[in-house]
């Protein structure tokens, strides 16, 4: 069954269903990782998004229940030049998924890249394509958009018991290899909704901001809690996380024209000079900036890719140091923040 891709633009990229019946629609974007697809479309920070993968092949070598990041599906509509095996195709479909094989992915994201992010629809079985970008255009644009709510857990759990430091985690969209790959470093980790007061985040040794989707700026109760937790207990923000310590912080946040979404993004450490090929998946960053707690930067836009605040108990990465999946430069981070919270 035939299919398109309609943007806030008018343009349109015809394809083949491949996906769940019915239409999605979200913020069209475009992510270079060549493997990960499961991972990325369970990741909360795509929330409310169209992915279009940039691998020639999406789909190879199947899908394993090990490999979601979080309990379901959260991408809206997913696009493809080749989608192989039916495993994939119906993984997709059986979580409502609309999906197009056979789309012109290379002309798609050049275009994304010109002109930027924007406004779609993924109609999987045909219709109106003058009705579709109708409809699109009267949809939100993702700018101001605050979306933690609706991927937050709504209650307090534990993911692990016993550890040698005792933690907390703030989701607002955590993928489930951080949870990972912190219990994996010796830590007790317990999981709090997006919106958790700053005294019961300070009663744990540490503090990690998680990733997720959205504007950080609309976040207002979310920074002030941070404002008041900071200096209390160390904190380590991560994506999304470290957005919101760059507000709290009275640094800018402004909207990417078409995001960092990709497992070879290089990310410079000032202090050594080292490159860092990293995993990222952001739409918002942190204003470029010369001050001293700029630890990292970005080597595509020099926007701000990492943090620390010695006096303030806090440090940051834009990228992914979980890399899941992605490379493994970022890995020590983790465990180096773990190593030095169990040693204060």
């Given at each position: 069954?035939?299919?398109?891709?309609?943007?806030?633009?008018?343009?349109?990229?015809?394809?083949?269903?491949?996906?769940?019946?019915?239409?999605?629609?979200?913020?069209?974007?475009?992510?270079?990782?060549?493997?990960?697809y499961q991972e990325l479309v369970t990741d909360p920070s795509y929330a409310e998004q169209l992915?279009?993968?940039?691998?020639?092949?999406?789909?190879?070598?199947?899908?394993?229940?090990?490999?979601?990041?979080?309990?379901?599906?959260?991408?809206?509509?997913?696009?493809?030049?080749?989608?192989?095996?039916?495993?994939?195709?119906?993984?997709?479909?059986?979580?409502?998924?609309?999906?197009?094989?056979?789309?012109?992915?290379?002309?798609?994201?050049?275009?994304?890249?010109?002109?930027?992010?924007?406004?779609?629809?993924?109609?999987?079985?045909?219709?109106?394509?003058?009705?579709?970008?109708?409809?699109?255009?009267?949809?939100?644009?993702?700018?101001?958009?605050?979306?933690?709510?609706?991927?937050?857990?709504?209650?307090?759990?534990?993911?692990?018991?016993?550890?040698?430091?005792?933690?907390?985690?703030?989701?607002?969209?955590?993928?489930?290899?951080?949870?990972?790959?912190?219990?994996?470093?010796?830590?007790?980790?317990?999981?709090?909704?997006?919106?958790?007061?700053?005294?019961?985040?300070?009663?744990?040794?540490?503090?990690?901001?998680?990733?997720?989707?959205?504007?950080?700026?609309?976040?207002?109760?979310?920074?002030?809690?941070?404002?008041?937790?900071?200096?209390?207990?160390?904190?380590?923000?991560?994506?999304?996380?470290?957005?919101?310590?760059?507000?709290?912080?009275?640094?800018?946040?402004?909207?990417?024209?078409?995001?960092?979404?990709?497992?070879?993004?290089?990310?410079?450490?000032?202090a050594t000079g080292r490159v860092l090929v990293t995993s990222q998946n952001h739409g918002f960053?942190?204003?470029?900036?010369?001050?001293?707690?700029?630890?990292?930067?970005?080597?595509?836009?020099?926007?701000?890719?990492?943090?620390d605040f010695p006096d303030l108990r806090a440090r940051s990465a834009q990228f992914h140091p979980?890399?899941?999946?992605?490379?493994?430069?970022?890995?020590?981070?983790?465990?180096?923040?773990?190593?030095?919270?169990?040693?204060?």
């Open positions: 069954m035939t299919g398109f891709l309609a943007l806030e633009d008018g343009t349109v990229f015809r394809g083949e269903s491949v996906g769940a019946p019915g239409f999605a629609f979200g913020e069209a974007v475009f992510a270079t990782s060549m493997t990960g992915l279009c993968f940039t691998a020639p092949m999406v789909g190879n070598y199947g899908v394993a229940k090990g490999r979601s990041e979080s309990g379901r599906a959260h991408v809206r509509g997913a696009v493809m030049r080749e989608a192989r095996g039916p495993a994939w195709t119906d993984w997709l479909h059986e979580r409502g998924i609309p999906a197009l094989t056979g789309l012109d992915t290379r002309s798609l994201v050049l275009h994304l890249r010109e002109e930027g992010a924007m406004r779609g629809v993924v109609v999987a079985d045909g219709g109106s394509v003058e009705e579709a970008v109708r409809a699109v255009n009267e949809r939100p644009a993702m700018k101001g958009r605050a979306l933690v709510a609706a991927v937050s857990t709504r209650e307090p759990y534990v993911y692990a018991d016993v550890g040698r430091v005792d933690l907390a985690v703030v989701d607002y969209g955590c993928k489930r290899s951080i949870l990972r790959r912190l219990a994996g470093a010796g830590a007790a980790v317990t999981v709090y909704p997006h919106d958790v007061d700053a005294d019961t985040l300070a009663g744990h040794d540490g503090v990690v901001l998680s990733n997720g989707p959205g504007d950080p700026e609309p976040l207002h109760g979310e920074v002030a809690a941070l404002r008041e937790l900071l200096g209390r207990v160390p904190v380590l923000g991560i994506c999304l996380g470290h957005q919101l310590l760059g507000l709290a912080t009275g640094h800018e946040t402004f909207k990417l024209p078409f995001g960092h979404r990709g497992a070879n993004h290089p990310v410079l450490e000032r960053a942190v204003a470029p900036s010369d001050d001293a707690e700029a630890t990292h930067v970005s080597l595509y836009d020099d926007t701000v890719e990492g943090f979980e890399a899941g999946p992605g490379p493994h430069d970022a890995w020590p981070l983790l465990e180096g923040w773990v190593e030095d919270v169990a040693a204060a």
